[in-house]
């Protein structure tokens, strides 16, 4: 199984940035999918879920109302749509997948691959 995250940047404060994840050498469609940040000295924490199908999605608190993460499993690829950047958004961002089709999102332990990371900054 491989994870490759990309659409990592430098952007100000109140601009967007599109990441991709995209999925090689598994079923993706039978998976969940999670993104996850770490930021300096931080641990690694939960920004959204989403279910096998895309019908079930979960964000963090901080991200609700401006993220919004996506998948085509015609593509293999998972998305996160970042909006309204703060610059506590700053972070390496992980997209990760899921041990199972559904339900926990948010626990790290429920995810057994991860991709390398693509680093978000935001300058204020």
């Known amino acids: 199984v491989q994870l490759q995250a990309s659409g990592g940047g430098l952007v100000q404060a109140g601009g967007s940035l599109r990441l991709s994840c995209a999925a090689s050498?598994?079923?993706?469609?039978?998976?969940?999918m999670g993104w996850f940040r770490q930021a300096p000295g931080k641990e690694r924490e939960f920004v959204a879920g989403?279910?096998?199908?895309?019908?079930?999605?979960y964000y963090a608190d901080s991200v609700k109302g401006r993220f919004t993460i996506s998948r085509d499993n015609a593509k293999n690829t998972m998305y996160l749509q970042m909006n309204s950047l703060k610059p506590e958004d700053t972070a390496v961002y992980y997209c990760?997948?899921?041990?199972?089709?559904?339900?926990?999102?948010?626990?790290?332990?429920?995810?057994?691959?991860w991709g390398q990371g693509t680093l978000v900054t935001v300058s204020s």
């Open positions: 989403i279910s096998w199908s895309g019908g079930t999605i």
């Open positions: 050498g598994l079923t993706f469609g039978n998976y969940a």
């Open positions: 990760a997948k899921s041990t199972y089709s559904s339900g926990s999102y948010s626990s790290k332990a429920d995810y057994d691959y």
